[in-house]
Nanobody
């Protein structure tokens, strides 16, 4: 069983930076593949970034977001973070943390992930 709780979403201005945190409750934190998605009103849930644990720990980010988003994890705190730089109004969305308990490499699809948090709202004003 894995529980995920996101935090850090808020109203920010265009150009600001923002860090989102996902607290992960799991006995198998070290073997999970963890990811961040977002969903804007009326749109599909969109993959942003993920971190593998197998075959090696590595991060992967959606190509269109590589220049403004960063993902990293803290094994001691059992948290995964999404760092956002130079936010834009089009980044406004609910941001979700997700976990793949089987640790598949480079999971990017919604169906690849088994557990989801409730999301945290990010609103970017122009």
């Amino acid at each position: 069983q894995v529980q995920l709780v996101e935090s850090g979403g808020r109203l920010v201005q265009a150009g600001d930076s923002l860090r989102l945190t996902c607290a992960v409750a799991s006995r198998s934190f070290s073997t999970l593949t963890l990811g961040w998605f977002r969903q804007a009103p009326g749109k599909d849930r969109q993959f942003i970034a993920g971190i593998n644990t197998w075959p090696r720990r590595s991060a992967y980010i959606e190509e269109s977001m590589e220049d403004r988003f960063l993902i990293f994890r803290d094994g001691d705190r059992k948290e995964v973070y999404l760092e956002m730089f130079g936010v834009k109004p089009e980044d406004t969305a609910v941001y979700y943390c997700a976990a793949d308990e089987y640790g598949k490499s480079n999971s990017r699809l919604v169906g690849d992930f088994d557990y989801w948090g409730r999301g945290t709202q990010v609103t970017v004003s122009s």
